[in-house]
């Protein structure tokens, strides 16, 4: 692989685990309607204030998507430099066939090596 490829792979790796890590951090939409009944927050003060930690966990999930997004469709890119043949996978097929109708020369026996009485 190229130095390109190599790099967009571990950019797209490191980018899907950061992301993976965010989204499992974050609480859904329902947490707050639980917390409201009584039965969630410990409330203690957070690290980012109370709606803050929502913002920059959800602006960063959103970078981070971003980021993932962009390096698939780099790769895809990058990936399709393949060789493409202009013909179709039958016409192979048609001339491995015509080189297995020439004649096979039969290997020698044990049999052969053996004098007749």
Do not use: C, W
């Not at 109370?50 to 970078?63: E, K, M, Q, V």
């Not at 698939?72 to 491995?96: C, D, F, I, P, Y």
């Amino acid at each position: 692989m190229s130095f390109l490829n190599t790099l967009l792979l571990v950019l797209q790796i490191l980018s899907a685990i950061a992301m993976i890590g965010l989204i499992l951090v974050q609480h859904g939409k329902g947490a707050d309607a639980g917390a409201a009944f009584g039965s969630g927050g410990s409330g203690s003060a957070s690290l980012f204030g109370a709606s803050g930690s929502a913002n920059f966990l959800s602006r960063t999930t959103a970078i981070l998507a971003s980021v993932f997004l962009v390096s698939t469709l780099l790769m895809a890119a990058t990936g399709g430099n393949r060789r493409v043949s202009t013909g179709s996978v039958l016409e192979g097929t048609a001339v491995s066939a015509q080189t297995q109708d020439a004649p096979v020369a039969q290997p020698a026996t044990g049999a052969d090596q053996i004098p007749a009485k």
